[in-house]
């Protein structure tokens, strides 16, 4: 299910925050704007070693920890 009915502070501090959306648009009112619920979402932070890895299931409410690579595989 997508909502295009996106709050109008929300577009402005969308438009104004990204540093790539000034440079195609003259104002933030020209564009489409949408909003997506999620039902889950992986995150990423490579910069440790090992990497880290956490599974969000923002339905549940469960958060899912591990680590990137078959060198760090729970087993």
């Known amino acids: 299910m997508v909502n295009f009915n996106v709050e109008d ?3 402005l501090w969308i ?3 990204n540093p790539v959306l000034p440079r195609l648009y ?5 564009m489409e704007y949408f909003c997506l619920p999620i039902a ?5 932070d490579l ?3 090992p990497p ?5 299931d ?3 409410g469960e958060i899912g920890n591990g680590f ?3 060198r760090f595989k729970n087993h």
């Open 58 to 60: 923002l339905i549940s």
């Open 52 to 56: 880290i890895f956490q599974h969000f």
């Open 68 to 70: 990137v690579g078959e």
């Open 26 to 30: 003259t104002s933030y009112d020209q």
């Open 40 to 44: 889950e979402m992986d995150y990423y």
């Open 15 to 17: 438009y104004e925050n």
């Open 47 to 49: 910069s440790p070693t």
């Open 9 to 11: 502070d929300v577009k």
